[in-house]
Nanobody, 125 residues
Framework: QVQLVESGGGLVQAGGSLRLSCVASGRTFSMYAMGWFRQAPGKEREFVAV????????VYADSVKGRFTISRNNDVNTVFLQMNRLKPEDTAVYYC??????????????????WGQGTQVTVSS
């Protein structure tokens, strides 16, 4: 049974930075791509970033490209999301997710079968 636990959210002013972490347990972490998604009030959950199981390849949503960086450390079963130059429109609950199928990337919600509880990020203007 997979468990994903996020941390690092909070309140920050526009232009500031936050670093989210997600610790995984329950499956061999290094076999699965990991993603970050976010959901703002009244909106659908949307893709933010994904990283290959080995960490060698990443994909970002256009809205965060150049500002956010996803990374992972397979030795400690953790995926990170470094968020720089934050904007008020980045305000959302951020979720980490683990790909259902090993050794596959993915960008759609249905590609990911395990989710964390979410961490709130609020960016004030």
């Amino acid at each position: 049974q997979v468990q994903l636990v996020e941390s690092g959210g909070g309140l920050v002013q526009a232009g500031g930075s936050l670093r989210l972490s997600c610790v995984a347990s329950g499956r061999t972490f290094s076999m699965y791509a990991m993603g970050w998604f976010r959901q703002a009030p009244g909106k659908e959950r949307e893709f933010v970033a994904v990283i290959r199981w080995s960490g060698g390849s990443t994909v970002y949503a256009d809205s965060v490209k150049g500002r956010f960086t996803i990374s992972r450390n397979n030795d400690v079963n953790t995926v990170f999301l470094q968020m720089n130059r934050l904007k008020p429109e980045d305000t959302a609950v951020y979720y980490c997710a683990q790909r259902t199928t090993p050794y596959k990337l993915g960008y759609y919600r249905d590609d990911f079968g395990s989710w964390g509880q979410g961490t709130q990020v609020t960016v004030s203007s």
